[in-house]
């Protein structure tokens, strides 16, 4: 599995576009990069995930550069109620990092 | 539907005792783990399971024990509590298409663990 890099911490307006880079420069051709949110002290949550192409779902999209060494992630207009910690993700196996603490503010 | 469910929510442990968390899913998932996160940290993978009879470690096994009978269920038993796995227990399942495991897992609430 890929390790990743994520800053610790972003701030973003309510009502604006957030975008939390990542960076995964070891990935593999066949590992996916997967993207998780963690509200309090919740379970985390599954985002978005994609391979080469950009994906979109109605909570987010996934930039993936054309080398497949960093990925962004926007939420198109964070809410209150995105403020929390994400987590991207390469490789299958699903081990997490340390995350971004992503601060949305009215 | 109820996805995955995590019993207990909440447990005190003496030093030394033995328990099982139980993890159950009802989206017959192949693809079942455990992970445990400290305070302030990310989450850590401990074991998991592409299947029934199918067990690998992760990066922190060590003092944990699973087995996966059936496709729904996958216990995590601690063998000899320490105060060192006080720790939010997290079970996730997910479908497994081999190497590319290209679908979302589902998380459970947790089980918050005390060791005393």
């Known amino acids: 599995d890929a390790k990743t890099t994520q800053p610790p911490s972003m701030d973003c307006a309510e009502g604006r576009a957030a975008n939390l880079p990542c960076n995964h420069s070891?990935?593999?051709?066949?590992?996916?990069v997967y993207w998780y949110r963690q509200i309090h002290s919740q379970g985390p949550q599954y985002i978005i995930h994609?391979?080469?192409n950009n994906e979109t779902n109605e909570m987010a999209s996934l930039i993936i550069t054309e080398d497949r060494k960093s990925s962004t992630l926007i939420l198109p207009h964070a809410t209150l109620r995105d403020t929390a910690v994400y987590y991207c993700?390469?490789?299958?196996?699903?081990?997490f990092g340390a995350g971004t603490i992503l601060r949305v503010k009215s | 539907n109820a996805g995955v469910t995590q019993t207990p929510k909440f447990q005190v442990l003496k030093t030394g005792q033995s328990m099982t968390l139980q993890c159950a899913q009802d989206m017959n998932h192949e693809y079942m783990s455990w992970y445990r996160q400290d305070p302030g940290m990310g989450l850590r993978l401990i074991h998991y399971?592409?299947?029934?009879?199918?067990?690998d470690q992760g990066e922190v096994p060590n003092g944990y024990n699973v087995s996966r009978s059936t496709t729904e269920d996958f216990p995590l038993r601690l063998l000899s509590a320490a105060p060192s796995q006080t720790s939010v227990y997290f079970c996730?399942?997910?479908?497994?298409?081999?190497?590319?495991?290209?679908?979302?897992?589902?998380f459970g609430s947790g089980t918050r663990l005390t060791v005393v």
């Open positions: 993700i390469g490789g299958n196996k699903l081990v």
């Open positions: 994609g391979l080469k």
């Open positions: 996730a399942s997910s479908y497994f298409t081999g190497i590319r495991a290209n679908y979302g897992y589902t």
């Open positions: 399971s592409v299947g029934a009879g199918i067990t």
């Open positions: 070891t990935i593999s051709g066949n590992e996916y």
